[in-house]
């Protein structure tokens, strides 16, 4: 029999030549793998839901067309009545907040068509005597040109830029050199002044932008502008009543050193309404500069651990998706005080934060911090689940465990019955009849309002994890805001997530009979600039809009990263 050993030599020998020089082929065609960073590893291909894809594509359709037809160029698209409406001095909040989605989704014809009209908006004509709001203005206006511009290389798009820019950056022009965060930036001789009390996330959430333009422009004053605000607020970090954490109501007229009075607006702490987003962008602009400076890592790290401490916390809740759980809170702590008192309320704004604490974990190595952003997306997820119409509230109380080992406390029900029976739980007028589900002790507000944070989080975790558990949850996600909100003008805000009615619809032509959440005549520019994108990223193929390419801003529009200059 040898000479099938001889022949069985030879062959292994040619397969062995075979697949070196394949390997060598194709590491000359292809280079070596890009490195990531933030995304997972995805080797199989291809990765896009198409089904899911194209459904998240069908309702950003439907609500374009209604938004073209009835309300095109205003701010916004009232979705039941069909009616315009003005918001952020009528610039075409909506229009501008859109471009990069209809890029994203391949609509060619649309946002050609929509670039087209964006280039007729005339900033600094028409500001006249509107107060701008800068931190909306920056996030939608100046984030949408950034991104339409970064994904399409439409020079066209640069004097825009400019123009705005400049114009939002008048609003730096103060006596010390703080933003007025709600000025008439079109008044001619008047003088400028920051505000003695701002919310943190309207001063704080301002870099990205700005750096990025100064990217693109070449021009060095935004930049300038950028670092002047970010060394204020490291300088403030520690003079805080929680050294570390900034509270949610700042004092932007005064940064010259007086005691730090910048950070002591007020004694509370969170990661929601107010605050949010100047949190977010510690990690994010690190994502854009962080190999020029670190001053965001240092505040991030100081600010991480405190909010580990102070806002994080596991609640008394029924078994979520047999995983664990966190929930962020809102912490007072008044400067006589020995320990922050915790209020353990929770509001769609903060679930956002699981994909912050995520991606930071991997920018930073702290691989610890990955599993805190895990479970705080899984805490929306199971807000989501919970809730009778699939949907998490805007703001909903729980009851923390008690047993403080740090570990996920057992679901007791008697325990439940007797805590949630208390009348100071209850909001509702006719207690008796009307319960929360389990684990909700109080729903303070039971709206939802298009919000993205929470896909936002799980498209960050299937991008880091590849895992499809948080493709199927992303989905039933979907199917309960569409069925809820779907209008005849686009999709429209809930009243109450908590409670459903009977009522009569119209789908596809023919009037059905639904049990549905009421609805409210406002749908916000940001659900087409993030919850549809974040839908639809979720579902297509993950080097669309890679993480370890682009950083998305608070308004989820996409900026391009530079290799040498990003913080990885
Ligand atoms: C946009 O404007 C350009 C230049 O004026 C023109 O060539 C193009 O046809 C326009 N596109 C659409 C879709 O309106
Ligand atoms: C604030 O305090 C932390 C912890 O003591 C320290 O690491 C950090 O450097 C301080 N930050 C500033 C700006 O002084
Ligand atoms: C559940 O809660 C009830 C009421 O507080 C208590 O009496 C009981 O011991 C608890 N059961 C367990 C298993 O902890």
């Not at 609509?107 to 964006?118: C, K, L, M, R, S």
């Not at 996920?408 to 029900?413: G, L, P, S, T």
């Amino acid at each position: 029999m040898a000479w099938l050993n001889v022949a069985h030599r030879k062959l292994v020998k040619l397969a062995f030549a075979v697949f070196t020089l394949f390997g060598i082929i194709s590491f000359l065609t292809a280079g070596p793998s890009k490195p990531t960073r933030i995304q997972h590893n995805f080797q199989r291909k291809p990765l896009a839901q198409s089904a899911r894809q194209h459904a998240v594509k069908r309702e950003f359709y439907h609500a374009w067309t209604a938004y073209k037809d009835h309300a095109w160029m205003a701010d916004g698209l009232m979705p039941l009545s069909g009616s315009r409406k003005q918001q952020f001095c009528g610039w075409s909040a909506t229009l501008v907040d859109s471009l990069d989605t209809l890029y994203i989704m391949g609509f060619d014809d649309e946002f050609q068509e929509a670039v087209n009209a964006t280039l007729t908006i005339d900033f600094s004509g028409t500001v006249g005597d509107c107060v701008v709001n800068l931190f909306e203005s920056t996030i939608r206006y100046l984030g949408g040109l950034l991104a339409a511009y970064d994904l399409s290389n439409d020079v066209r798009l640069l004097p825009k830029l400019v123009e705005l820019g400049n114009l939002l950056h008048s609003a730096f022009r103060t006596p010390n050199g703080m933003p007025c965060t709600h000025c008439k930036l079109g008044a001619k001789d008047v003088l400028l002044r920051a505000p003695n009390s701002a919310s943190l996330a309207d001063v704080g959430s301002l870099y990205l932008e700005f750096a990025r333009l100064a990217q693109v422009t070449q021009d060095d004053k935004y930049m300038r502008t950028v670092e002047f605000l970010a060394d204020a607020f490291s300088r403030a970090q520690n003079q805080s009543s929680i050294a570390g954490l900034w509270p949610e109501i700042v004092i932007p007229s005064s940064t010259d050193g007086d005691n730090g009075r910048f950070a002591k607006g007020n004694f509370r702490y969170s990661l929601g309404a107010l605050s949010d987003s100047a949190y977010e962008y510690l990690v994010k602009t690190h994502l854009l500069l962080g190999k020029s400076t670190k001053i965001y890592e240092s505040m991030w790290k100081s600010a991480s651990r405190q909010i580990k401490r102070h806002l994080l916390f596991r609640a008394f809740i029924p078994p979520a998706n047999k995983a664990d759980v966190i929930f962020s809170g809102i912490a007072t702590m008044v400067p006589s005080g020995d320990e922050p008192m915790l209020e353990t309320r929770t509001e769609h704004l903060a679930c956002f934060s699981g994909g912050m604490f995520a991606i930071a974990s991997r920018i930073f190595n702290e691989p610890r911090d990955f599993d805190v952003g895990k479970q705080i997306t899984n805490g929306c997820v199971w807000a989501y689940h919970n809730s009778p119409t699939g949907i998490m509230p805007e703001a909903l109380t729980t009851l923390p465990c008690s047993t403080g080992d740090g570990k996920q406390c057992a679901w007791n029900e008697s325990y439940w019955d007797q805590e949630s029976r208390r009348p100071a739980n209850c909001l509702m007028a006719d207690c008796d009849k009307y319960t929360f589900p389990p684990g909700f002790l109080q729903v303070s507000d039971p709206s939802y309002k298009l919000r993205p944070e929470a896909i936002e989080s799980v498209f960050v975790m299937w991008r880091m994890t590849g895992d499809e558990y948080w493709r199927d949850v992303g989905w039933s996600m979907f199917e309960s805001i569409i069925e809820h909100t779907r209008s005849a003008y686009g999709h429209a805000s809930l009243l109450s997530t908590m409670e459903m009615f009977d009522q009569d619809r119209y789908e596809k032509g023919l009037m059905v009979r639904k049990v549905l959440a009421r609805r409210h005549d406002d749908m916000e520019s940001f659900w087409f600039a993030e919850t549809l994108k974040y839908f639809y990223l979720l579902f297509s193929d993950p080097g669309l809009i890679s993480l370890d390419e682009w950083v998305l801003n608070t308004e989820a529009h996409p900026f391009r990263l530079t290799p040498g200059i990003r913080g990885f």
